[in-house]
């Protein structure tokens, strides 16, 4: 099972808060907000336009629910979609978000002097609403005053931000409306809809933390701690913290104990880490490439490409020969490395793979690769040329001989 990240129930909400405005952009939430917002390209549909682009919304706040609750309970990552089941709550959220949007539109049109006194009261009740009916799914109380009251006085000022994102929220939806004409529907559809569905998730996450945070007053019982501990999670902890201490007068023996751990499997990054820090002060220069050899190659497994090309650095300032000892792993890095602008480590690495695999079938991919970063050059189009002469000649039946020979003709010219 991947490794659960959590937070802990006394992180200052400063730092929730900080951290939140990432929160809607990272793996699930970053896929769920995409997909959420080409969604609502259904609205165009005739006939059932209307009917999907509730059905959109409905998803969204179900969503939303769902990262409430995972907060709520200590999940420091966003929600796989549907992982909480808040149906009911989704359907109740949309309904009342609905018709506060339908509110406004209406404030706008008719009675313009109106608009901002919805918008404030609206944003300041929205939230103990939509906390209220996330968690127990409790409609009646979520519209009972009483029970506003009840929730603000349990968080006190911090209960302000998800009111401001509220307020930014309907805003939006104003100024969507008002400003429709100056984009086609067809381009700013996506836009408003991503914005949207960020503020919401955003809000439900900042909420969830909030409920994290007075989890006892609540009666809440996080349930990511538990689920840590159950995997041996708090256990790394525990080695860390007695690791560091020990390090303190018998290094050697400390890193043995961690050691002993890495040859386990999924063991997290605070483990290497600290591994790598004792390595580094007893000078084991060998035992530093040997170490990230390995954790590159359980990053990559864990689909932690950017964290591998961060290790795979401080391995080549060690050792400026160093590349990773499996074909696919060099490869994939070489690519990332292109592909994020990384030119020198994209090029160390595909002349890596030419002299350590010459044979493999992907050889000529990888020196393709490494001839254009060259030829983007000037100073180094002469090794992009010798590069391609060495490829046709070693590979003339490749599958990519035409993107090798028209490289050369088209640096030849250049020359």
Request: negative net charge; contains cysteine; proline residues 7%.
């Amino acid at each position: 099972m991947p490794r659960i990240e959590t937070v802990a129930a006394d992180t200052p909400f400063g730092e929730r808060l900080v951290a939140g405005f990432g929160y809607p952009l990272r793996g699930a939430g970053l896929a769920t907000c995409t997909a959420l917002t080409l969604a609502h390209y259904a609205g165009f549909l005739p006939a059932v336009g209307t009917l999907a682009s509730l059905l959109v919304w409905a998803a969204t706040w179900r969503y939303a629910a769902d990262c409430l609750l995972h907060t709520a309970h200590g999940y420091a990552d966003p929600p796989d979609v549907g992982s909480e089941g808040n149906g009911a709550s989704g359907w109740g959220l949309t309904a009342i978000h609905l018709l506060l949007v339908a509110l406004c539109v209406l404030a706008v049109v008719f009675f313009p002097r109106a608009l901002w006194p919805v918008l404030v009261v609206a944003a300041l009740a929205l939230p103990a609403v939509d906390m209220s009916l996330a968690f127990d799914g409790n409609l009646a109380l979520a519209l009972n005053p009483l029970n506003w009251i009840r929730v603000v006085n349990t968080f006190g000022p911090v209960y302000l931000v998800p009111v401001a994102i509220n307020l930014l929220l309907g805003l939006l939806i104003v100024l969507a409306s008002l400003g429709s004409h100056l984009l086609p529907r067809f381009l700013a559809l996506p836009l408003f809809a991503f914005a949207c569905t960020y503020l919401i998730v955003l809000a439900f996450h900042l909420m969830g933390a909030l409920i994290h945070l007075h989890h006892e007053r609540l009666g809440l019982v996080p349930e990511a701690p538990q689920l840590a501990k159950a995997l041996g999670q708090d256990e790394d902890s525990r080695l860390v913290d007695e690791a560091r201490a020990q390090a303190a007068d018998a290094p050697v023996a400390a890193l043995h104990r961690l050691a002993e751990r890495l040859r386990q499997h999924n063991a997290p990054a605070p483990v290497h880490q600290l591994y790598r820090e004792l390595l580094r002060r007893q000078g084991l220069r060998d035992d530093l490439l040997v170490h990230g050899q390995i954790w590159i190659a359980a990053l990559i497994a864990q689909n932690e490409a950017r964290r591998a090309l961060g290790v795979l650095q401080e391995c080549c300032t060690i050792d400026p020969a160093f590349v990773p000892d499996d074909p696919r792993i060099c490869g994939e890095l070489a690519d990332l490395a292109a592909r994020l602008g990384m030119e020198r480590l994209a090029i160390h690495l595909g002349r890596g793979y030419l002299a350590h695999w010459p044979r493999e079938a992907q050889a000529p991919h990888y020196g393709l690769l490494v001839a254009r970063l060259l030829a983007t050059q000037p100073e180094r189009r002469a090794e992009a040329i010798v590069l391609l002469q060495k490829l046709a000649a070693a590979w003339p039946d490749h599958p990519q001989r035409d993107d090798i020979a028209a490289l050369q003709h088209q640096l030849a010219g250049g020359m």
